[in-house]
């Protein structure tokens, strides 16, 4: 079992390499990575819109109930925003990403597999990797970085009203606490997750997509296996890149 897990694991690895070799070659599919971004983001724009809502709300009912009983609702809107921007949007995003696109990535590239098109391009001297995985992992990461912003202005706009609203905050203190400890780098850390979580959410379900077992169930578990793996994967190199970027960058007037 772990002799498997680590083949597998390789072969992750080397499909990650292969792709980001393939980025630089040409010809570029430009029509098939336009295509994939816009099917991508049409199946996930609205669900990330509603999505972003609640967990703004959320954390801004959270935070503001915290702030209240330390005495420090000054806080409560840059706190808020903050935990939206830098973990909340991103992960939001990913989840969304691998749970609806990579899920359809993985079910088209399966099935391709199992009609025996991706060998018939391997003999026709077309490699399946360039002309139909690349374009893909670039949209899911395409798609990641916009809906990353769009989720991030929504959910900001969520917890304000929540907290203005019905928690009883001033709209100048909720704005003021943001300016007071936000920064930029909160902003490009955020982007660069979403980044990295549309690459890994495309790359597991383009790696599950070319390897079914089984016929058409094999497809169907390898979708499931796809989604799971993109889970695990994200909420790991999520702790880790979070490590790495408090340690890095000090926290505004630190």
Known sequence: MITGALR????????????????????FQFREFVEQFW????????PAALVSIPFGAVIALQVGSLTQQLGAQSFTGGASVLAVIQQ?????????????????????LGSRKIREELDAMEVMGVSPVQRLVVPRVLATMGVAVLLNGLVSVVGTLGGYF????????????????????????DLYISEFKALVFGFIAGIVAAYRGLNPRG??????????????????LLFFVNMVLTAIYLQIVPPKGG
């Open 162 to 185: 929540f907290n203005v609203i019905l928690q009883g905050g001033t709209p100048g203190a909720y704005l003021s606490s943001f300016s007071a400890l936000a920064q930029l780098p």
């Open 39 to 46: 099917f991508i983001a049409s199946i996930t724009i609205l």
């Open 8 to 27: 597998q694991t390789g072969r992750l690895f080397a499909l990650a390499a292969e792709v980001s070799r393939s980025v630089f070659r040409r010809p």
């Open 215 to 232: 016929g058409p169930k094999g497809v169907g578990d390898a979708v499931n296996q796809s989604v799971v793996i993109t889970f695990m």
């Open 88 to 108: 909340a949007s991103p992960l939001i995003v990913a989840l969304l990403i691998a749970g609806a696109g990579g899920s359809a990535i993985c079910a088209d």
